[in-house]
Every structure is written in structure tokens, then in C-alpha cells.
């Protein structure tokens, strides 16, 4: 239950109700020892909604419930935690979902969420940590394409001189915290299919050395743009794409552009000790500038740095 837990604190609890009026095929029975049930909830907005499966299957849910033109759906897998992309789709109307497989032990949940203008974060500053691979004698497959901004370029794992296989790693630094909750691939947008890539894994760190899990799911075989949605992860300031597969078994990445969803975790204000102090003092003394205390960053070590440092004394 612990991945069950995860997906619902993915969202604010206090906004979501149950509503079993999204599910217009049979809710099924919870009698027996191995009940087939259909459980629905949703967010009080009609942002986003829940129908879980116990023994996976079919439903048909009425998509009215998104308030948008548009909505997004996924499969979550609540056995270990991962997703599988569904598409886009118009809102209006019954839909029918099958999930990826049905009976014992195959329950799933049908995210269906708002496919609105969703904010990504800026990546103006972002910049390449680490790439294992990339195509830049053969074409402009640099992996720094992944970012920046253009749909036309593209990051191409390399495929002249060689044909490295999956796993593919493309790191990046974001250059500062943020608390994430989504994922967003672009595929190549140029007509091309080689590299498509099938199953990824992305992870996530604070210092660039130790990694966390924060998404494992498949994109669908699809020019349109691929989007995972996963529980929150507090202060990341690194992450790691990496892929484990493409379609017709290739053995390159490639990618358009990869987006983030999240809000910038603000930084602790600055605290000062005894240490901080003494070395004020010296440099008060001194006539030099670029000192360490200097923390206005006017040239000069004065009152006025002692003030600011007085305002952060622990």
C-alpha cells in the first residue's frame, strides 16, 4: 500500500471527494473473498481524477468530470509505483479505458488529469551535469538540446562512429532547489522515429551524488508530448533521465526537449555564529575589499554589514 499512499499524497487530500458518478460502466461487487471493484475519486475543482481497479480490466468514465477542453490520462501502477502515459484526449463524453492487464494481483488506478497551460519551470539556467552519450560529429546531437528551448533540436545519442546501447544517462543541474511533482518529454519533432524512447527512469538528488527514484513508466510510440506525473520530491536540485529502452528495439535516445513541473524551494536565510563575528572584526580593521564580510557587497567592511549580520545571529 505504501505506492498507493504516494500517488494519493501527490495531491492535496483536504481537495479531493469521492464521486462514483465518474464510473458509467459497472462499479462491480465487493463480495467474496476476491472482490472486482471500481472506486472513484476526484479533486473538488474537477482538476484531476482517480478510478481504481482491483483487478485491473476495463471502465468507461464519464470525461465531463475534467473542467478542460482537454485531458491527460495515465495508468499508475500501485504495485511498485510506476506509470504508463495513455495520451490526450478531448473532454465530453464516455470514454472507455482497458488497463494493462486484469485479475489477481493487477489492480490499477486511471488518473485522468486538466490538460491546461501547465507552467514549466524556466531552464534558462540550467546546465549539462553529465551525458553518456551524444551524436555531435554526425549531426548536432548535443545533449544540452534537451533544454534549450527548441522544439527543432534535438539530443541524439551517438550513431556514427558508434552504437552504444541502453541505458542512456543525460544529467542535469538545475543550479537551484526545487520541490518537482511532474515530467514532461518531448519527442524529436522532425518526422524521425529512431531513438523514440519507450521506458525511462527518472531520478532525482540534492547534491549530485545520491540518487532517488522519482518516476519509472513508459511513453507512449508518439510524436506528442509525453508527461508522468509523480509524488512530490522535495529540495532536487539534479536529475537524472535515464533511458532503458526505445521502440523497434533501438538502440539510440533521442529527445526534443525535457520539462519539469515544480515550485522553487525559497533558500533558509543566512545564519551567523561567533566565528562569523570575530572575523568581522578583522575585517572591519582592514582596508582591503572583496572581504569575506562584506555581505552587502558595497567594498567595505562597516556597521552596516555588523547590522545585517546581528539580523541572522544564532
Known amino acids: ?118 507552467s514549466f519551470l524556466s531552464k534558462s539556467d540550467w546546465t549539462l551535469k553529465s551525458v553518456d552519450s551524444e551524436e555531435i560529429i554526425g549531426e548536432d546531437g548535443a545533449a544540452t538540446n534537451a533544454f534549450d528551448g527548441d522544439k527543432d533540436t534535438i539530443w541524439h545519442t551517438e550513431w556514427q562512429a558508434a552504437d552504444p546501447a541502453h541505458p542512456h544517462k543525460i544529467q542535469i543541474d538545475l543550479e537551484a532547489f526545487y ?32 540518487w532517488t527514484l522519482a518516476s519509472k513508466a513508459s511513453f507512449a510510440d508518439s510524436a506528442s508530448q509525453q508527461r508522468a506525473s509523480f509524488a512530490e520530491q522535495a529540495k532536487v536540485r539534479y536529475v537524472e533521465l535515464r533511458t532503458i529502452s526505445a521502440y523497434n528495439d533501438d538502440p539510440w535516445a533521442t529527445l526534443a526537449e525535457i520539462d519539469l513541473e515544480g515550485q522553487l524551494v525559497a533558500e533558509a536565510p543566512q545564519t551567523y555564529g561567533i566565528s562569523d563575528f570575530i572575523q568581522l572584526v578583522s575585517d572591519w580593521l582592514k582596508s582591503e575589499t572583496n572581504l569575506t564580510s562584506d555581505l552587502n557587497n558595497d567594498n567595505t567592511v562597516n556597521a552596516r554589514d555588523l547590522g545585517i549580520m546581528m539580523s541572522g545571529w544564532e
Open 1 to 118: 500500500m505504501q505506492y498507493v499512499r504516494k500517488l494519493m499524497e501527490s495531491k492535496t487530500i483536504t481537495a479531493r471527494v469521492p464521486d462514483q458518478s465518474i464510473i458509467t460502466s459497472s462499479i462491480g461487487s465487493d463480495l467474496g473473498d476476491s472482490p472486482d471493484l471500481r472506486c472513484a475519486t476526484r479533486d473538488i475543482n474537477n482538476k484531476w481524477a482517480f478510478v481504481y481497479l482491483t483487478k485491473g480490466g476495463s471502465v468507461s468514465v464519464d470525461t465531463s468530470k475534467i473542467n478542460s477542453a482537454k485531458l491527460r490520462a495515465q495508468w499508475y501502477n500501485p504495485r511498485d509505483g510506476t506509470y504508463i502515459t495513455i495520451g490526450t484526449y478531448d473532454v465530453g463524453g464516455n470514454r472507455i479505458f482497458n488497463a494493462p492487464s486484469s485479475g489477481e494481483d493487477c489492480d490499477w488506478v486511471l488518473i485522468m488529469e486538466e490538460e491546461g497551460d501547465t
Open 179 to 210: 520541490s518537482l511533482t511532474g515530467l514532461a518529454c518531448l519527442p524529436r519533432q522532425d518526422g524521425g522515429v529512431n531513438g523514440r524512447i519507450k521506458d525511462y527512469e527518472l531520478y532525482v538528488s540534492a547534491d549530485g551524488t545520491n
